[in-house]
């Protein structure tokens, strides 16, 4: 349940609030917006037949102006709990503000010092702000190219040192995550990972933010009760990106849900970024769901980008050439200002 105080509540009424809920056995998850401050309670009572009757009982509360049941499965990352959108500081990078569209682009994979620099000034160049390149590379076949693991990690590195970029790149291991915070800025989980839930809890206590790929059979409520996992551990620094389902469409790698967006927002005060690389596996596609993307309210894009597609170790044929990734970045500007956010 969450219990909405009223405009005239004190720190000391709030405090009253929360010890209450804390002796009564509730997790509590506190939202201080600018007109109202709200109090999440997660967790069941020791008599789950009196949730009824506590309700009434923070009600009458002369500090209190509601108190409302939520019944959705997810509780912390829902909007009901935390009714602004949340923005997550990355660097002095603000994601999720309402004014912008963060940009982060790179390589898919990490394959030498050179291939990264290239594309990392290439799309810093154009105005990403954010640098991706997986270090470590999940894969449907085991004798695909897995990555460099933490010699890639220190190039990513290297470059953030370079550039002034943060860099966002995958952990797949629980027994990585403490490796992996050492040198990322963002967590990734991927997609086959969104039900990995020892992995959620891992980096769910870990401060460090981290970007929710949604499972590519997944629902939003699963998705969204993934992102609890996280939340759920004390870590709230969580964006959810949409990197599309899989259909029975054959075309395109994937099936870029773009009502996902709206719904997320209407579900969620988390950040949403999507994923039209991996949506679409096909770079010529990259640029049009881009801008529907924008359009229908993300918050950002994760954008792969490769001097040499045709050579790639992984992922070529969805991989801009830094020449596209800028013309991407002209063919955005519009749509940006249209929806009023800025590059």
């Known amino acids: 349940m969450i219990i909405i105080l009223s405009s005239q509540a004190t720190k000391d009424n709030l405090s009253h609030v929360m010890q209450m809920l804390e002796d009564r056995g509730y997790a ?22 009196q949730k009824a009757a506590v309700m009434e009982q923070f009600e009458a509360l002369a500090y209190v102006e509601k108190v409302v049941s939520v ?20 660097r002095g990078i603000k994601i999720g ?10 390589p898919c994979t990490v394959e030498t010092e050179d291939q990264l620099m290239v594309a ?20 449907t ?22 550039l002034n970029m943060p860099i966002i790149t995958e952990v797949m291991d629980v027994r990585d995550v403490e490796m992996v915070c050492q040198y990322a ?24 933010p981290v970007m929710l790929k949604r499972g590519m059979a997944a629902t939003i409520e699963e998705w969204l009760q993934a992102a609890e996992y996280i939340a759920n551990q004390g870590n709230k620094n969580i964006m959810l990106c949409e990197r599309g389902i899989r259909t029975f469409e054959t075309y395109t790698r994937n099936t870029f849900d773009i009502n996902a967006i709206p719904a997320l927002k209407e579900l969620s005060h988390l950040p949403v970024i999507a994923d039209p690389s991996h949506a679409t596996g096909k770079a010529s596609l990259v640029s049009a769901v881009s801008r529907a993307a924008v359009a229908a309210g993300a918050d ?22 830094p020449t596209a990734f800028e013309k991407l970045m002209a063919d955005l500007a519009p749509i940006c200002a249209a929806v009023g956010r800025s590059l």
């Open 71 to 90: 019944s959705k499965p997810y509780k912390v990352v829902n909007k009901a709990f935390h009714p602004e959108p949340t923005i997550i500081d990355v």
């Open 141 to 162: 076949s085991p004798y695909s190219f897995h990555g460099h693991g933490e010699a890639a990690l220190k190039m990513l590195a290297a470059a953030r040192e370079e």
């Open 300 to 321: 950002g894009l994760i954008i792969e980008v490769h001097h040499n597609p045709e050579k790639a170790l992984k992922d070529g044929a969805q991989s801009l050439l």
């Open 185 to 208: 800025d963002i967590l990734q989980i991927g997609t086959r990972n969104m039900a990995n839930f020892s992995l959620l809890n891992e980096v769910g206590k870990t401060q460090t």
């Open 28 to 49: 509590v998850h506190l939202s201080e917006g600018v007109e109202r401050t709200i109090v999440g309670a997660v967790g069941v009572p020791a008599d789950p037949t």
């Open 120 to 139: 990392a000034r290439a799309v810093k160049a154009a105005g990403a702000t954010i640098l991706r390149g997986g270090a470590f590379k999940p894969s």
């Open 97 to 106: 503000d309402p004014t912008a569209i963060i940009m982060m682009a790179g």
